[in-house]
């Protein structure tokens, strides 16, 4: 519905570029799925339509990621910022694709660990 879809004109500009030199590229329209099967429905639906599919994190990128340079559904993932499990024995957590570093380093606090800058894995 209405608030997990827009086609405005400064929400589409607003994710269609990142912090890199590459000009605007919007997408077609911008949702915010919600749980893992939403993103399952809405991935299935753009793969039969054959629409391009642009996920959007905090828009931070340098790469241009971000530009929906053939249009498409851009998936902003925002909405999706569920700590799942954390696992101090092994050093591990399951986060939802929404959760950011700041949020995460958040709720770490007090178990000492933290999540630095530059990590792969997440």
């Not at 799925?33 to 793969?47: K, M, R, T, W």
């Amino acid at each position: 519905g209405a608030p997990n879809v827009s086609t405005t004109t400064a929400v589409r500009e607003q994710h269609g570029h990142d912090e890199s030199m590459h000009p605007c590229a919007p997408p077609d329209v911008v949702v915010w799925p919600q749980a893992v099967g939403q993103v399952q429905e809405l991935a299935a639906l753009c793969h039969r339509c054959r629409v391009p599919m642009v996920p959007f994190g905090t828009g931070t990128g340098l790469e241009g990621g971000v530009n929906a340079v053939q249009g498409g559904v851009c998936f902003d993932l925002s909405r999706m910022d569920a700590i799942a499990e954390l696992s101090l024995e092994d050093f591990s957590v399951t986060v939802e694709p929404g959760v950011t570093r700041k949020a995460l380093n958040k709720y770490l606090r007090g178990t000492g660990l933290w999540f630095p800058v530059g990590t792969v894995g997440m």
